[in-house]
């Protein structure tokens, strides 16, 4: 059972980023999708969230109309475009899977946007 992100990296100021998020050893489209992410010194939160068949998807307020959440159930990967990135979008993101009481979470990419 193992999520692995991709695509983090260096950005500048109103930049894009494509986060991926792969999924291996469970049924990948049985899951709810989640990105996280967590900034130095602050809790962990929410980003974006979408259904197990792609059929809703919401972003945290901090992301709306930046940040775009897709799925690929053929492919077993989770996405995240990232638009319009500022230098409080600095974190490390996460991927997480949730079905029922089972959560599983990926180890993290960093993002850095500089100003």
């Known amino acids: 059972v193992q999520l692995v992100e991709s695509g983090g990296g260096l950005v500048q100021y109103g930049g894009s980023l494509r986060l991926s998020c792969t999924a291996s050893g469970f049924t990948f489209s049985s899951y709810a999708m989640s990105w996280y992410r967590q900034a130095p010194g602050k809790e962990r939160e929410l980003v974006a969230v979408?259904?197990?068949?792609?059929?809703?998807?919401n972003a945290a307020d901090s992301a709306k109309g930046r940040f775009t959440i897709s799925r690929d159930n053929a492919k077993n990967m989770v996405y995240l475009q990232m638009n319009s990135l500022k230098p409080e979008d600095t974190a490390v993101y996460y991927c997480?899977?949730?079905?029922?009481?089972?959560?599983?979470w990926g180890q993290g990419t960093q993002v850095t946007v500089s100003s």
């Open positions: 997480n899977a949730r079905r029922e009481g089972v959560r599983i």
């Open positions: 979408i259904g197990s068949v792609g059929g809703s998807a």
